[in-house]
């Protein structure tokens, strides 16, 4: 499991680390620096924990081994983090148009992300808590540009996707970066938090990044657990009770490409999909084989649990279709358009 932060404090203590078993950490963070977990060695990864502030985020626990990923799933360690219209369908792909103010859309296109203003802006709505159901599922494809993206913040990471801002935590998309202080390269996960911050409940995959190559990624979580899932197979599940999280319905909106300009993804995402449901593991897996086939949009839209879904294959527009629910988004500060091909891994 692992823990880590809303924001950031300056560099805080390790307060166990132990090889072989896990141990676990805490730290607590403010505005401006970084809280470090506890590290854990052996082949589970030990627990690490940081609190949420105003102004970054703060890494959990570092996975000592972290399992390998096997046919089903991978080993876990654990891991916190803070809280950090209308279109006609083409059939080709576009040629990196930036958004205007319009709409078109083109089939298996996807946006591109600067890595330092662009992203998506959707208002906030109760379809986009938790706490609404009881659960929630957060599904997309991205493909990282860069493994040292230029707008990271505290310990090396970038928020790229969630719903939250300083005092309205609620979950968030990370990804570490090369270089980052935490040995965390690579490691994408998902977390869940208080509306305060504080420490948040996260789970994680830790594996190689190839650039440019797309990654299938749905986070999950209940008011038991959250749960990570790549490429259509489960990799980590962790509970909320080990840090005292309650999720609760805030008032942030949804952002894709950052998640409160703290920290900006460079590189393409599409397809981000949202249910007021746990999605199953089979119903997982059964989405990562429809791209495969051909047929991707139409099982998620089949999904009773969807409430909102942004194919993100606009060719010009500010607008970023719902083609679900009609809660559009913004395009803002330059992303391009059509300018990826959305294709499987």
């Known amino acids: 499991m692992h823990r880590s932060l809303a924001t950031a404090l300056p560099l805080l203590v390790c307060l166990s680390c132990g090889s072989g078993a896990p141990s676990s950490g805490r730290a607590d963070a403010a505005a401006g620096g970084n809280g470090i977990g506890g590290v854990g060695g052996g082949a589970t990864g030990g627990d690490g924990g940081a609190r949420a502030g105003t102004g970054g985020s703060a890494g959990g626990g570092t996975a000592g081994g972290g399992g390998s990923a096997g046919s ?5 360690g654990g891991g916190g983090a803070t809280a950090g219209n209308g279109g006609n369908a083409g059939g080709g792909r576009g040629g990196g148009a930036t958004a205007g103010s319009g709409g078109s859309a083109m089939i298996n296109s996807a946006p591109i992300f600067n890595g330092s203003t662009g992203y998506v802006e959707i208002p906030d709505a109760d379809v986009f808590s938790e706490s609404t159901t009881g659960a929630l599922s957060v599904e997309a494809w991205l493909r990282p540009d860069s493994l040292t993206m230029p707008n990271a913040e505290s310990s090396g990471y970038v928020h790229w996707m969630g719903k939250g801002t300083n005092g309205q935590h609620e979950w968030v998309a990370r990804m570490y970066q090369q270089g980052n202080s935490e040995d965390r390269a690579n490691r994408i996960s998902f977390y869940s938090f ?3 911050g504080g420490l948040g409940a996260g789970s994680y995959f830790q594996d190689t990044v190839v650039v440019n190559q797309w990654i299938h990624y749905v986070g999950t979580f209940d008011d038991t657990r959250t749960y990570i899932f790549k490429n259509g197979v489960m990799r980590d599940s962790d509970l909320l009770s080990d840090y005292t999280i309650v999720p609760m319905n805030g008032t942030a909106p949804v952002r894709i490409g950052t998640r409160d300009m703290n920290s900006f993804f460079q590189g393409s995402i599409a397809r981000v999909a949202i249910y007021n449901v746990r999605l199953t593991e089979q119903q997982i897996a059964a989405h990562y ?11 998620v839209i089949a999904e009773p649990s969807l409430v909102a879904f942004y194919k993100l294959d606009e060719s010009s527009g500010t607008v970023a279709i719902d083609a679900k629910g009609g809660r559009n988004g913004t395009y803002r500060g330059g992303v391009q358009l059509a300018a990826a091909d959305w294709a499987p891994p």
């Open 72 to 76: 089903t799933s991978a080993g876990r």
């Open 194 to 196: 208080n509306l305060t």
């Open 289 to 299: 084989a429809a791209k495969v086939a051909g047929n991707y949009d139409q099982v």
